[in-house]
Nanobody
């Protein structure tokens, strides 16, 4: 089993910043990619940002220039630095990872439990 543990959510005023962290633990041989998604009630979960093992990143248009995803491969941890936050960024943020177990096999996937981010106007 691989677990993803998120931290760093909370309440912030518009224009403020938050930093989310997600640490992966378990029988991991290699993490291929990690990312952050977000979801608000009544809407589908959407990709916010992702980073693959080579360091390439991908961002939703709505967060480009404001959010930065980074990764510490040694710690199997991904971060999401969120600056210039807007009320529309309010959501539950979920960490996602694709990885290969130490026992081998094809890529498996896990989700974190989610962390609430609330941006007040």
């Amino acid at each position: 089993q691989v677990q993803l543990v998120e931290s760093g959510g909370g309440l912030v005023q518009a224009g403020g910043s938050l930093r989310l962290s997600c640490a992966a633990s378990g029988s991991i041989f290699k993490i291929n990619g990690m990312g952050w998604y977000r979801q608000v009630p009544g809407k589908q979960r959407e990709l916010v940002a992702a980073i693959i093992s080579g360091g390439s990143t991908n961002y939703a248009d709505s967060v480009k220039g404001r959010f930065t995803i980074s990764r510490d491969n040694a710690k199997n941890t991904v971060y999401l630095q969120m600056d210039s936050l807007k009320p529309e960024d309010t959501a539950v943020y979920y960490c996602h990872a694709g990885y290969i177990y130490t026992s081998g096999g094809s890529t498996s996937y896990s989700w974190g439990q989610g962390t609430q981010v609330t941006v007040s106007s």
